[in-house]
């Protein structure tokens, strides 16, 4: 992707002294990986550090995380990371960040539950964990900016909005969000304390853009009760239901009707079992008495009391649903007469994984539409008129759109401008894009600063580098052709015709033929070699393999992955 700015000159240079710099090192562009720089001369702190899950072109990566090279010029002077939610596209890549900077996170009750659970499965330090309370204020680093945490509806408990308190003004952050006026919990999104930031003056605000493509506003999460109440109505057998683990609210609703139906509740999967004893020790979520059952007592009551939360929702290939399709849970055999529903939206990208799951659910004679069901499922972000009622609340004197694809952020600067919100006032970012903000009121964009991803894979205690993944996809895709040289030792000549070996890519029709073709352009790209370059195995290689690589296209159109090795011919 090319930007269109050029790069900052001075990135690497500390701010001047009326300056303050926000810098998104993820989360914009792109659903997920969020994480956003807070700058000046005597603070330095960010604002979430998440994770963003692979894709298919992405093989054998687990995670990925944001490349903090920004930080690295500052790295004695790093004070403090703040978290808005728990969500792991918040909070993912903690883990990694707080390895090479061990600095205090400051967070909500479950924000941090959860956020510890995690730190421990990594063998990391949970006493820099750092507690706060809705409308609670904190003095980051040196103490010149203020953190205040404002309550908002979301998807998941505790969830906060961020407000800045600046020499360069007051900025507010509003995380994820949602105006819900019916919240499971009853915490609903502090608007008097935003309205009365907005009657003090907000220099900027920067607002959730994910939901701004969908009209009106996003429907509360009590409207899924009917649904869930219809499934409940019609199902004879067991209701299998997938939800994100960390949306309490939902479960707290799940067990209700379940217990208003009398079924037994089963939980299956890792997360929910820690999210829902987090959620009871924080008194967030109320379970009746002796409603869940193990699995291995699943057998001892009839199907249609039964009702299964587990993991799985995107079709997650080790969740609990996946083990239940697989059959792998004993005493639990997906049928005729259950029903599977899915609780929860599609992340984009997983849509042909959930289109599987429940093809399969179907096989084992599970019924899965929704039709006639009624609402199951209610987004976390607030929609259009959600969006502009938070802007006219707060009054920004600079808008920014933050989380989501440019498209989202783009629609969000429209919906300021129709607002009454003019170009110069409206600042789109991007992936590493900075924002400066000085103490007299300029606002400047001068230009991107390092940004980009790091892959991890799971029991390797480094990050995977970016040309592995792409050599993985071309394994994936054209297979590997491997060409192997064998060079006399005392004349330096070849010792025989190179040998051609192949996996997974697809040969001409006659595979001899076009074997001693390969076979024949390695050794002539072998003996055309200069003699400085023969005396360097790296760049020998490197002409066998673009060699390899031309007349490969040049013939087949694909591009396989072409390994030649260079080795010395045994003695006679």
């Known amino acids: 992707m090319i930007s269109p700015y050029p790069e900052f000159e001075a990135w690497s240079q500390p701010p001047a002294a009326d300056e303050l710099r926000l810098i998104p090192i993820g989360g914009l562009g792109e659903f997920g990986m969020n994480a956003l720089v807070v700058h000046s001369a005597r603070s330095l702190f960010l604002v979430d550090c998440g994770q963003l899950f692979p894709s298919d072109d992405q093989p054998g990566i687990d995670s990925i995380v944001p490349d903090f090279a920004y930080l690295e010029p500052f790295a004695d002077q790093l004070q403090a990371v703040l978290l808005t ?16 900077w061990p600095v205090p996170v400051y967070g909500t009750a479950f924000t941090l539950g959860l956020l510890e659970g ?97 009209p009106g506003r996003s429907p509360s999460e009590a409207t899924c009760y009917k649904g869930i109440e219809a499934a409940l ?8 239901v997938t939800t994100f683990s960390s949306n309490i609210h939902r479960l707290q609703m799940l067990v209700d009707l379940a217990y208003e139906f009398h079924r037994k509740v089963l939980l299956l999967g890792r997360s929910l079992d820690r ?31 039964l009702m299964v939360l587990c993991t799985g929702s995107q079709g997650e290939p080790m969740s609990g649903l996946a083990r239940l399709l697989r059959r792998e849970v ?19 990208g997983n849509e042909v994984s959930i289109s599987r799951m429940l093809d399969q659910a179907e096989r084992l004679g599970a019924e899965t539409s929704l039709e006639g069901l009624g609402p199951v499922h209610a987004s976390g972000h607030g929609s259009r008129d959600e969006l502009a009622d938070l802007i006219k609340a707060v009054r920004p004197s600079h808008m920014v759109p933050v989380h989501g694809t440019y498209r989202n952020l783009r629609a969000h600067g429209a919906l300021a401008a129709s607002l009454g919100w003019t170009p110069e006032h409206i600042s789109l970012l991007d992936g590493g894009l900075c924002l400066r903000l000085f103490t007299d ?13 790091c892959f991890v894979h799971q029991g390797v205690d480094h ?86 690589r031309r007349i490969i296209r040049k013939t087949t159109q694909a591009r396989p992955l072409v390994i030649p090795m260079i080795l010395e011919a045994p003695s006679a």
């Open 85 to 100: 939610h728990g969500h792991e596209d918040h909070i993912g890549a903690l883990p990694y960040f707080l390895r090479r």
């Open 118 to 214: 995690k730190l421990k499965e990594h063998g990391l330090d949970t006493g820099l964990l750092r507690l706060v309370k809705d409308y609670g204020r904190v003095k980051v680093g040196s103490g010149e900016i203020e953190a205040e945490w404002i309550p908002v509806t979301h998807s998941i408990p505790d969830a906060c909005a961020l407000v800045l308190h600046t020499p360069q003004g007051v900025l507010v952050h509003s995380g994820d969000f949602k105006l819900d006026p019916e919240p499971m919990d009853g915490r609903t999104t502090g608007m008097a304390r935003l309205q009365a930031l907005g009657d003090a003056g907000v220099r900027l605000l920067m607002a959730d853009s994910t939901n701004v493509g969908r």
């Open 233 to 240: 109505e019609q199902t004879k057998g067991r209701l299998f």
């Open 275 to 305: 999210n829902v004893a987090l959620a009871r020790s924080l008194k967030l979520l109320d379970l009746p008495d002796d409603i869940l059952i193990d699995t291995k007592d699943a057998s001892l009551f009839p199907r249609y009391e």
């Open 330 to 348: 004993k005493g639990l055999p997906m049928q005729s007469g259950d029903r599977l529903v899915v609780s929860a939206r599609a992340i984009p």
């Open 441 to 453: 009121g300029r606002v400047e964009l001068p230009g991107t600063v390092p940004v980009g991803k």
């Open 463 to 548: 990050m995977v580098d970016a040309r592995v993944v792409k050599d993985r996809l071309i394994l994936q895709e054209d297979g590997v052709v491997f060409a192997t040289l064998l060079v006399d030792p005392l004349s330096g000549d070849l010792a025989a015709d190179p040998t051609i070996l192949s996996r997974g890519f697809v040969m001409l029709s006659d595979d001899e033929a076009y074997g001693d073709l390969l076979s024949g352009v390695a050794r002539r790209a072998y003996e055309e070699a200069p003699k400085v370059i023969r005396k360097d195995p790296e760049a020998l290689r490197d002409a066998v393999r673009l060699a390899l």
